[in-house]
């Protein structure tokens, strides 16, 4: 019996490209969770008084 590989890749939020590293943000007021890209990072980060840092994602998990 082959095993299935499951790919786990999640898509950025705003831009939705699938990405290996995704970061888990907070970037709006209603203080809602969200999956971005580093290039989305870049573009949300500065300026904003609603961004929170929740952790990052990534879909090879090394151990
Ligand atoms: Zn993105």
Redesign the pocket.
């Known amino acids: 019996m082959a095993k299935i590989k499951r790919v786990r890749t999640k898509p950025?939020t705003?831009?939705e490209?699938t990405c290996d590293v995704l970061y888990r943000v907070r970037i709006d007021e209603d203080g809602r969770w969200i999956f971005?890209?580093p290039?989305?990072l870049e573009k949300v980060k500065p300026g904003n008084s609603h961004y929170q840092y929740g952790g990052t994602w990534k879909s090879k998990k090394r151990h």
């Open positions: 950025c705003r831009c490209e971005v890209c290039a989305c």
